[in-house]
T-cell receptor, first 110, second 111 residues
Framework: KAGVTQTPRYLIKTRGQQVTLSCSPISGHRSVSWYQQTPGQGLQFLFEYFSETQRNKGNFPGRFSGRQFSNSRSEMNVSTLELGDSALYLC?????????FGQGTRLTVV | GEDVEQSLFLSVREGDSSVINCTYT??????LYWYKQEPGAGLQLLTYIFSNMDMKQDQRLTVLLNKKDKHLSLRIADTQTGDSAIYFC???????????FGAGTRLFVKA
């Protein structure tokens, strides 16, 4: 069974641009969560989607948004990028208690 | 609010036991997790424990939970160089829909 797939793996963007990251969960998993990982802040919860609905949201500004499609694939979007948005963005899918993580998308904002 | 704290670094010699500690604040936590992250990789779930348990053992891993003190520990017996990684403690309620992570403990294993 294929794992969680995140694309792209690496991305370089300029301040002020916007970016869309994609996450394909494990087949059959309906819950997808997103996390931001930085050396200074550790792993911060962004949001969680289940059956196309956002169920939980972390403490991030409105520039961070997401959505989930009917096939459970999820995207997150960051608008008006700032240097501080440079991070590893991790997606996790779950069917029950155990979350399976993708390898992440490393975003660098210059 | 919810918070999970853990020490940032731990260094042990190969063959010794490693103990990584974690404290959390949310008394309604129902699941507590340990994840491992190797360089360039995502997080891998090592083990988890329900809040109504106080110990769980899985091969070289032993998890101890002191719910009164909100303290969780992970013991790795016979630590190997391949165990070098960052270990994250995490907690959640209601089956993990919103999981809060600690900052991670970087384990160094010296040969």
């Amino acid at each position: 069974k294929a794992g969680v797939t995140q694309t792209p793996r690496y991305l370089i963007k300029t301040r002020g641009q916007q970016v869309t990251l994609s996450c394909s969960p494990i087949s059959g998993h309906r819950s997808v969560s997103w996390y931001q990982q930085t050396p200074g802040q550790g792993l911060q919860f962004l949001f969680e989607y289940f059956s196309e609905t956002q169920r939980n949201k972390g403490n991030f500004p409105g520039r961070f948004s997401g959505r989930q499609f009917s096939n459970s694939r999820s995207e997150m979007n960051v608008s008006t990028l700032e240097l501080g948005d440079s991070a590893l963005y991790l997606c996790a899918s779950r069917a029950n208690t155990e979350a399976f993580f993708g390898q992440g998308t490393r975003l660098t904002v210059v | 609010g919810e918070d999970v704290e853990q020490s940032l670094f731990l260094s042990v010699r190969e063959g010794d036991s490693s103990v990584i500690n974690c404290t959390y604040t949310d008394s309604s936590s129902t699941y507590l997790y340990w994840y491992k992250q190797e360089p360039g990789a995502g997080l891998q779930l090592l083990t988890y424990i329900f809040s109504n348990m106080d110990m769980k053992q899985d091969q070289r891993l032993t998890v101890l939970l002191n719910k009164k003190d909100k303290h969780l520990s992970l013991r790795i017996a016979d630590t190997q160089t391949g165990d070098s990684a960052i270990y994250f403690c995490a907690e959640s309620t209601n089956g993990g829909f919103k999981t809060i992570f600690g900052a991670g403990t970087r384990l160094f294993v010296k040969a």
